[in-house]
């Protein structure tokens, strides 16, 4: 059992500013993450040095990262939660090459900084290897895989489109087209609200000084990926503007629909929810009294509320509240409230999938298949959609958008776990397999 | 430049940068990371955990999620049937 005043869950922003908090105001903190190193997606740093700069990135993470470590918290990585429970113990298991390894944390405050995953909306052909997330390809890029001199097009909806775009290219990818979902009127008031966030628009400037040799393209998404005459992997994807439909060769598609909550924590701690965030309060905290919870699990409003959010939270569990943190951390949300708005999600993606479209990847379940069910969990028992390995992270929230059925419960083990991680250890059990 | 690493792919030899993910890795070499249970091949989606479509066999163990693991010397990595 290893004790912790504040254990942190998440090393992305919200994490690393809540630890830092936390730890400069006197408190033992310790910080989990399921990646093996800190920074989370957005400041997920390349693994491979390529350029002798693997360890630079961005300054800013690079600041955050120093600071964090200065503060005396402790990060450890590698650690993916699988159960907690409100009356302050939380285990985690982690993979070695050849082990699993269960431990269990006990807590005096818990803060939940567990960021988002992307959405995925299922349309022919999803499955074919060389189709990707979009902060999927860039996350796998910064993992070593080499995409120079392929051709990807970038698809989907929400800000990480042209982020991504801007970094592939950087990465030597030869990006021709992007294709935002919204349109340039739906956009209009969210980049007119920009001028109110100067750093906001440099970035998406600056963004789009990379991508000059790219058409970025409003109102326009992917109705099919097309395997080549191996039929095994993609060739081309066919486009829409909602009239007219064309094809347009490429390696890969980088296609991902804004971005979800990771909010299975919270709902399994019984947190109280407002639609499908956690409900916190001006301090960060949850309806439960010692779990506080900062970043796009209270609403998906980026980097710079993720990072204020952390601060708030971190010093509400050492008993300290900042008022100027609150008013940035309000303006803040006030932009995730414009993104929420810009890159709504428009109604011709509910008819993307084909009867024989595979919604359930895990389980390899069509979207026809799901036509005779009347809920979520009638699906999950006539169907097995949402019962494999990724417990319905990525087939729940399709599925919602298709046909509004809601995830009704979460329950523990939160990830797959080997039997012998069930087995309630008093002490870090090693289970070998 | 970074040095390299050697794992076995599906039986063949492959090198590959230090600090490259095993996902990746299996991308570099074509080699789907797992076949579905309708018998088609997948390669990771997104990148960070959360999909299981990169679950493959390391070391003889079947379901690792290979997007968070990084190559190590010697590993034996095989698409997860």
Known sequence: MIRAEVLVVGAGPAGIAAATAAAESGLQ?????????AGGQIWRAATVDHNGDASSGDS??????DRLQRSGAQVLGGHCVFNADSSGTLQTLQETGSASVVTQFQFEHLILATGARERFLPFAGW??????????????VRGGYNVTGKRVIVAGTGPLLLAVAAHLVEDGAIVPTVLEQASVAQLAPFTASLWAHPAKLMQGASFRRKLWKSSYRTGCWVVEAMAGSDGQSLASVRITDGS????EPCDLLACGYHLVPNTEIAALLGCAFRGNFVQVDETQRTSLPNVFCAGEPCGIAGLEAALVQGEIAGLACAGL??????????????FGAGLEVAFALRDELRSLPQPDTIVCRCEDVAFGSLSGCSSW?????????????CQGRICGPAVEHLL???????????????LGALCSPDEAIEINN | MPDTVSVTINGVASHVDRGTTVAAAMLLAGQATRISVNGAPRTALCGMGVCFECRAVVNGIAHRRTCQLLCEPGMTLETNQ
């Open chain 1, 29 to 37: 903190v310790i910080v989990l993450d399921d990646n093996p190193n």
């Open chain 1, 60 to 65: 800013a993470r690079r600041k955050a990262l």
């Open chain 1, 127 to 140: 499955t074919l290897p060389g189709v990707f997330g979009a902060g999927g390809l860039q996350a796998l």
């Open chain 1, 244 to 247: 007219r439909t064309w094809t």
């Open chain 1, 321 to 334: 509240t900042k008022s100027s943190l609150q008013n940035k951390a309000a303006a803040e949300n006030n």
């Open chain 1, 377 to 389: 969990t009638d699906a999950k028992l006539q169907t097995r959609c949402g019962m494999g390995p």
């Open chain 1, 404 to 418: 509004g059925w809601r995830p009704v419960s979460v329950r523990q083990p939160l990830f797959p776990v080997p």
